[in-house]
Protein backbone atom coordinates (compact mmCIF):
# COMPACT_ATOMS: atom_id res chain seq x y z
CA UNK A 1 0.00 0.00 0.00
CA UNK A 2 2.75 2.44 0.98
CA UNK A 3 4.53 1.67 -2.12
CA UNK A 4 1.25 2.02 -4.43
CA UNK A 5 0.88 5.48 -2.70
CA UNK A 6 4.67 5.87 -3.26
CA UNK A 7 4.15 5.32 -6.90
CA UNK A 8 1.20 7.74 -7.08
CA UNK A 9 3.24 10.54 -5.93
CA UNK A 10 5.94 9.73 -8.34
CA UNK A 11 8.28 9.40 -5.67
CA UNK A 12 11.63 6.99 -6.09
CA UNK A 13 11.75 4.70 -3.04
CA UNK A 14 15.36 2.85 -3.13
CA UNK A 15 13.65 0.15 0.13
CA UNK A 16 10.54 -0.49 2.13
CA UNK A 17 10.89 -2.36 5.09
CA UNK A 18 8.30 -3.00 8.31
CA UNK A 19 8.30 0.53 9.70
CA UNK A 20 10.84 2.48 6.99
CA UNK A 21 11.08 4.18 3.62
CA UNK A 22 14.61 4.62 2.19
CA UNK A 23 13.91 7.18 -0.80
CA UNK A 24 16.15 7.33 -3.62
CA UNK A 25 16.91 11.06 -2.98
CA UNK A 26 16.26 13.28 -0.16
CA UNK A 27 12.26 14.80 -0.33
CA UNK A 28 11.66 18.69 -1.32
CA UNK A 29 9.81 19.96 1.26
CA UNK A 30 6.37 19.81 -1.08
CA UNK A 31 7.14 16.26 -2.05
CA UNK A 32 7.77 15.20 2.07
CA UNK A 33 4.27 17.26 3.02
CA UNK A 34 2.83 15.21 0.10
CA UNK A 35 3.97 11.76 1.00
CA UNK A 36 2.35 12.92 4.88
CA UNK A 37 -0.67 13.46 3.72
CA UNK A 38 -1.28 10.14 1.79
CA UNK A 39 0.04 8.41 4.16
CA UNK A 40 -1.99 9.90 6.90
CA UNK A 41 -5.29 8.74 5.50
CA UNK A 42 -4.08 5.56 5.95
CA UNK A 43 -3.39 5.84 9.64
CA UNK A 44 0.16 6.38 9.15
CA UNK A 45 2.62 8.68 10.86
CA UNK A 46 6.32 9.81 9.35
CA UNK A 47 8.66 9.92 12.38
CA UNK A 48 11.62 12.21 11.90
CA UNK A 49 13.42 12.80 15.21
CA UNK A 50 16.35 10.40 16.17
CA UNK A 51 14.45 9.34 19.38
CA UNK A 52 11.38 8.30 18.00
CA UNK A 53 12.77 6.42 15.16
CA UNK A 54 15.74 4.06 17.42
CA UNK A 55 12.17 3.44 19.38
CA UNK A 56 10.18 2.11 16.62
CA UNK A 57 13.17 0.44 14.98
CA UNK A 58 13.30 -1.62 18.89
CA UNK A 59 9.97 -2.35 17.95
CA UNK A 60 11.04 -3.63 14.60
CA UNK A 61 13.26 -5.57 15.59
CA UNK A 62 11.39 -7.32 18.29
CA UNK A 63 8.43 -8.17 16.51
CA UNK A 64 10.82 -9.63 13.37
CA UNK A 65 12.81 -11.44 15.64
CA UNK A 66 9.49 -13.53 17.79
CA UNK A 67 7.61 -13.55 14.52
CA UNK A 68 9.96 -14.49 11.78
CA UNK A 69 12.88 -15.94 13.27
CA UNK A 70 13.52 -19.41 11.97
CA UNK A 71 14.66 -21.23 14.60
CA UNK A 72 14.37 -20.61 18.98
CA UNK A 73 15.61 -17.30 20.13
CA UNK A 74 19.14 -18.45 21.82
CA UNK A 75 20.45 -14.67 22.00
CA UNK A 76 19.44 -12.35 24.79
CA UNK A 77 17.27 -9.49 23.86
CA UNK A 78 19.34 -6.79 24.94
CA UNK A 79 22.38 -8.44 23.06
CA UNK A 80 20.59 -8.62 20.06
CA UNK A 81 18.65 -5.18 20.19
CA UNK A 82 22.40 -3.18 21.22
CA UNK A 83 23.92 -5.64 18.01
CA UNK A 84 21.35 -4.65 15.90
CA UNK A 85 20.89 -0.81 16.55
CA UNK A 86 24.76 -0.39 17.64
CA UNK A 87 24.00 1.56 20.80
CA UNK A 88 24.32 0.50 24.59
CA UNK A 89 21.57 -1.23 25.45
CA UNK A 90 21.09 0.95 28.44
CA UNK A 91 20.92 3.41 26.57
CA UNK A 92 18.16 2.24 24.40
CA UNK A 93 16.28 0.58 27.93
CA UNK A 94 15.86 4.64 29.12
CA UNK A 95 15.18 5.81 25.86
CA UNK A 96 12.21 3.33 25.28
CA UNK A 97 11.01 3.07 29.09
CA UNK A 98 11.22 7.09 28.97
CA UNK A 99 8.72 7.14 25.31
CA UNK A 100 6.31 4.06 26.25
CA UNK A 101 5.71 4.33 29.74
CA UNK A 102 7.11 0.24 29.55
CA UNK A 103 10.49 -1.69 29.77
CA UNK A 104 11.92 -3.73 26.93
CA UNK A 105 11.68 -6.20 28.65
CA UNK A 106 7.54 -5.95 29.31
CA UNK A 107 6.86 -5.27 25.58
CA UNK A 108 8.71 -8.17 24.86
CA UNK A 109 6.19 -10.38 26.98
CA UNK A 110 3.78 -8.82 25.70
CA UNK A 111 4.70 -9.20 22.12
CA UNK A 112 5.10 -12.72 22.69
CA UNK A 113 1.77 -13.36 24.72
CA UNK A 114 0.55 -12.08 21.61
CA UNK A 115 1.78 -13.85 19.21
CA UNK A 116 0.85 -16.74 21.22
CA UNK A 117 -2.64 -15.96 21.14
CA UNK A 118 -2.14 -16.09 17.50
CA UNK A 119 -0.73 -19.51 17.30
CA UNK A 120 -3.31 -20.91 19.77
CA UNK A 121 -6.04 -19.35 17.06
CA UNK A 122 -4.56 -20.99 14.62
CA UNK A 123 -4.64 -23.88 16.53
CA UNK A 124 -1.60 -25.70 14.30
CA UNK A 125 0.72 -25.90 16.85
CA UNK A 126 0.69 -27.62 20.18
CA UNK A 127 1.34 -25.53 23.16
CA UNK A 128 4.70 -27.05 23.67
CA UNK A 129 5.61 -26.38 20.66
CA UNK A 130 4.56 -23.10 20.61
CA UNK A 131 6.55 -22.49 24.00
CA UNK A 132 9.51 -24.07 22.08
CA UNK A 133 9.45 -21.75 18.91
CA UNK A 134 9.25 -18.91 21.40
CA UNK A 135 12.33 -20.14 23.76
CA UNK A 136 10.21 -20.64 27.30
CA UNK A 137 12.23 -22.67 29.60
CA UNK A 138 9.19 -24.95 29.80
CA UNK A 139 5.75 -24.97 29.29
CA UNK A 140 4.58 -23.89 32.89
CA UNK A 141 6.34 -20.50 32.70
CA UNK A 142 4.73 -19.96 28.99
CA UNK A 143 0.88 -20.83 30.99
CA UNK A 144 2.40 -18.57 34.24
CA UNK A 145 2.81 -15.55 32.40
CA UNK A 146 0.30 -15.80 29.60
CA UNK A 147 -2.25 -16.41 32.25
CA UNK A 148 -0.54 -12.85 34.54
CA UNK A 149 -0.89 -10.76 31.23
CA UNK A 150 -4.57 -11.99 30.02
CA UNK A 151 -6.18 -13.47 33.19
CA UNK A 152 -6.93 -16.64 31.19
CA UNK A 153 -4.78 -19.74 31.05
CA UNK A 154 -3.72 -20.93 27.22
CA UNK A 155 -5.87 -23.98 27.57
CA UNK A 156 -9.04 -21.72 28.82
CA UNK A 157 -7.80 -18.93 26.13
CA UNK A 158 -8.08 -21.70 22.94
CA UNK A 159 -11.12 -22.90 24.06
CA UNK A 160 -13.20 -20.04 24.98
CA UNK A 161 -11.95 -18.77 21.66
CA UNK A 162 -11.73 -15.41 22.69
CA UNK A 163 -10.69 -12.66 20.03
CA UNK A 164 -9.41 -10.04 21.64
CA UNK A 165 -5.93 -10.08 20.26
CA UNK A 166 -4.31 -6.50 19.63
CA UNK A 167 -2.65 -4.61 16.92
CA UNK A 168 1.27 -5.20 16.41
CA UNK A 169 1.78 -0.99 17.52
CA UNK A 170 -0.75 -0.98 19.86
CA UNK A 171 0.62 -3.04 22.42
CA UNK A 172 0.71 -2.00 26.13
CA UNK A 173 0.18 -2.73 29.99
CA UNK A 174 -3.25 -0.77 29.63
Given at each position: MIR??????NIAVKEIQLGTVEFMQ???????????????KFG???????????VEQIKTL????????????????????????????????NLFSGSENITIEKYIILQKIEYVKELLTYDELSLSQIAAKLSYSDLGYLSRQFKEITGKT?????????????PLN???PD
Amino acid sequence: MIRTELERLNIAVKEIQLGTVEFMQPLMEDEFSAVKTALEKFGFEIIQDQKSRIVEQIKTLVIDLIRYSKEPISIKYSEFLARETGKDYSMLSNLFSGSENITIEKYIILQKIEYVKELLTYDELSLSQIAAKLSYSDLGYLSRQFKEITGKTPTEYKKQRFNDRKPLNDINPD
